[in-house]
């Protein structure tokens, strides 16, 4: 189904064609945002459905979570909670979005097989489905980011603009892995497994629930070198009013810039037999 | 009805599907002579069904196409390129006019939401704007006739509920182009005959119909033109009143 009034659909003419398909496709699902949005929505929804709290239960989840690793690891490692409490649900909150959008990117085209086989919607309007239902999550979270914040007698040094920056370096760089695993997903079902488990790795290689500070210099490596640990201290740093690591930003600019490359490429080069691995 | 242009053109329309992860030589024994399925190949080391070979279709505003042809020939493939689902492997296809397939009943349909919800999830796939939808929520309400039951999920419904429900749904979009798939026999005796009535509408409103079935009565009821498709193969379009020499041939 189609509002359009016009369709052409050819076969292959080079890859120029195929790039500039790929591109209008894009423009598409821009154009129908809103039906991104409408289907993100009906997910967020539907998922609570028949629940008391309904979405609550995000919320609330994520709170009893950071309670629980807060008063433990705080108690562990002997750093005051009072300050750690923020920095561990910043990170859960913030990390789990990370996480979440790529580990769900894997479901993207296989959950939309049915419209897929039968219109002419923009593909990326999935992927987009899939972000925006993320970031909706994310709105949920904001309740625990402020109540922390004001626990922690943090929110009045927070630099709120650094952290929205910090954002759409997130945003920009998972919806590009979060597309390219929907893609090769369609086609190889085991990768969903393989990205869970780098998605598990990277939440213990990257300081979420650890202080940065306790990693021994010769150690130090494994942050410069761990783009989780980046995405994640462009947003969690400005929110706790510490500096954003330096390379930070131009480390996140190249990886979207690159990233988008290689999947736009890919899907430039699947997007007709996309529907056909479903 | 004011009258933009509506058109369907296929030209040398080819169309193969890749067969992941099977064995061609396994299959190929099998499938050697029979009638069923596309003709099956191996192209660039993947197993490939031709579904469709070097078609032409020219379609204009009025024309009502029966596809005939046996399970496997190529009928709802050709409906979901035409629906700009599948892409053309050679040849193009142009549609003019807005184009509603309705090929699967159950698309977008959420077995855990309210019919309401439902029917707004299905108009919103179909490109419609919420605003829209709450404007003809009542008539497909009404047409439904499912009254109270459209506030309940819709895994309350008995299976021919939810095809009252999806046929309303999936019927409420306005279009120039419709492409049906053979479920058209959905529901009970009365709701067959509101089903009915309501197509013959929706036909007339919409400029070309392409409908695929095994019914030969359903075909003769609703199209001028028919073309039968066998292992991808398309026979010219012949007029209706020529079904017999065609199915002879």
């Not at chain 1, 423009?27 to 945002?33: C, D, H, I, N």
């Not at chain 2, 919420?130 to 459209?150: H, Y």
């Amino acid at each position: 189904m189609d509002t359009a009034h016009h369709m052409l659909r050819t076969g292959r003419r080079g890859p120029l064609f195929e790039a500039q398909m790929a591109l209008r496709d894009l423009r598409a699902s821009g154009e129908r945002l809103d039906l991104a949005w409408s289907l993100a929505w009906h997910d967020v929804v539907s998922r609570y459905r028949g629940s008391i709290l309904g979405p609550l239960w995000i919320t609330l989840s994520m709170g009893v979570m950071v309670l629980g690793i807060g008063v433990l690891w705080g108690g562990l490692f002997r750093v005051p909670i009072h300050s750690f409490i923020p920095f561990v649900a910043v990170g859960i909150v913030f990390f789990g979005v990370v996480t979440s959008t790529i580990n769900e990117g894997c479901d993207t085209f296989v959950q939309a097989a049915g419209m897929l086989s039968q219109t002419s919607l923009p593909m990326f309007t999935f992927v987009w489905r899939t972000v925006l239902r993320n970031l909706i999550n994310l709105g949920h979270h904001v309740a625990i980011v402020a109540a922390v914040l004001i626990y922690g007698d943090l929110w009045t040094h927070a630099n709120y603009a650094g952290a929205l920056l910090g954002v759409a370096f997130m945003v920009a760089n998972v919806s590009w892995v979060s597309m390219l695993v929907a893609v090769i997903s369609a086609r190889f079902r085991d990768i969903p497994q393989a990205v869970q488990s780098v998605t598990q790795a990277a939440a213990i290689m990257t300081p979420v629930f650890w202080l940065p500070d306790r990693i021994p210099p010769d150690y130090h490596w494994i942050l410069d070198f761990n783009p989780f640990y980046h995405l994640l201290e462009a947003v969690r740093a400005p929110l706790l009013g510490t500096t954003v690591p330096p390379h930070t930003y131009s480390i996140l600019a190249a990886m979207a810039a690159g990233g988008w490359a290689a999947a736009f490429w890919l899907f430039a080069r699947t997007r007709r037999r996309i529907v056909h691995y479903l | 009805m004011k009258a933009p242009p509506v058109s369907i053109s296929c030209r040398d329309l080819s169309l193969r599907f890749p067969v992941y992860g099977v064995d061609a030589k396994s299959l190929k024994k099998y499938v050697a002579k029979i009638t069923v399925g596309g003709k099956l190949d191996r192209h660039h080391g993947a197993t490939e069904v031709t579904a469709l070979s070097h078609l032409n279709l020219e379609l204009k505003a009025g024309d009502r196409l029966g596809l005939i042809g046996h399970n496997g020939s190529g009928k709802t493939t050709l409906l979901r390129a035409l629906s700009g689902a599948y892409e053309p492997d050679d040849g193009a296809i142009e549609v003019e006019g807005r184009i509603a397939a309705l090929l699967d009943l159950n698309l977008g349909i959420d077995p855990t939401a309210t019919g309401y919800d439902n029917i707004r999830l299905r108009g919103r796939i179909a490109g419609l704007t919420s605003r829209e939808i709450d404007a003809r929520m009542d008539e497909i309400a009404e047409f439904s006739g499912l009254g109270p039951f459209l506030a309940m999920p819709v895994k309350t419904y008995s299976a021919g509920m939810q095809a009252r429900l999806a046929f309303a749904a999936a019927t409420a979009v306005e279009a120039d182009v419709l492409l049906m798939d053979e479920w058209i026999a959905v529901g009970d005796a009365e709701f067959q005959k509101l089903a009915h009535r309501r197509l013959l509408k929706l036909v007339e409103r919409a400029g070309i119909l392409v409908l695929a079935s095994h019914d030969l009565g359903l075909v003769r009821l609703y199209c001028n033109k028919v073309m039968r498709l066998e292992g991808g193969v398309a026979s010219p379009v012949t007029d209706i009143k020529k079904l017999d020499e065609l199915l002879a041939a």
